[in-house]
């Protein structure tokens, strides 16, 4: 996980729950794991863009990779894993990348005219990039050739919950959408959903409350709401599924973990 106060990137044992490896990376990071390695994107305040490898064996970053500039400039930022594909995703375009160099080996333009990236999700092997001026790309995520378009109305988002699904976030529903036709397979009532991640086969989202965030479980085949757990925390950032647990960082520092 990234400390954003010191802008380094924490390893920490799920166990004992301590910090096991420190990197100080000096920008904003973003993390995407691969097999056997795991990506950073670091962008720095002066906006230069350094692409990092780290070994997870060795607590080493054993490539160091300067990718071209895309159309638009970063902006949106951070690397995505497509089907063993490295892909970086910016503002307007996205790009698949060498890992071994760095270069681009392919470009696709997404946005124009002062438009850019939402939100993005990987579902059904593919890239799907949501543009703010409400179109959502389905992009091959071998080739980033288009494979289809849609339309979501003002203020939705895609959401990416580390699931073989697409879903839709608005300030008062969570839906879950066919990815071949786009049509709504279920609409559930939740109120300003914030992050959130699938572990052990159920959507985990985090929602506000007087009395601090609350986390829902929701079955994704239904959309209905399994169980809700006040956490004593306000302004979750994110969520992930760490072994049994799924782990919550905080607006206030800390770290929330749930046990399954």
Do not use: C
């Amino acid at each position: 996980m990234a400390d954003t106060d010191t802008q380094t990137l924490l390893r920490m044992d799920p166990a004992t729950r301590r910090v096991t490896a420190r990197f100080p990376l000096g920008g904003h990071i973003s993390i995407e794991p691969d097999r056997g390695a795991l990506w950073a994107g670091v962008t720095q305040s002066g906006g230069a863009f350094r692409l990092l490898r780290i070994d997870p064996r060795t607590n080493r970053i054993v490539a160091r990779l300067r990718t071209p500039v895309p159309p638009g400039g970063l902006g949106f930022g951070g690397p995505v894993i497509v089907r063993g594909n490295l892909w970086f995703v910016s503002a307007e375009a996205v790009m698949r990348i060498d890992p071994r160099d760095g270069h681009a080996l392919a470009t696709v333009r997404t946005a124009r005219s002062g438009y850019g990236t939402r939100s993005l999700a990987v579902v059904d092997g593919d890239l799907w990039v949501q543009i703010s001026d409400g179109r959502v790309l389905r992009l091959d995520g071998a080739s980033g050739r288009r494979k289809a378009t849609f339309h979501l109305p003002d203020g939705n988002l895609i959401g990416d919950f580390w699931m073989n699904g697409l879903f839709v976030i608005d300030q008062s529903t969570l839906s879950r959408m066919d990815p071949r036709t786009f049509r709504v397979l279920w609409r559930t009532p939740i109120a300003s959903i914030g992050p959130g991640v699938a572990a052990g086969g159920k959507l985990w989202v985090e929602a506000p409350d007087q009395q601090g965030d609350r986390v829902l479980t929701v079955d994704p085949r239904t959309g209905s709401v399994i169980d809700s757990v006040h956490v004593g925390e306000f302004g979750a950032r994110w969520m992930a599924s760490v072994g049994s647990d799924v782990w919550m960082t905080t607006a206030g520092g800390h770290v929330v973990i749930l046990g399954r």
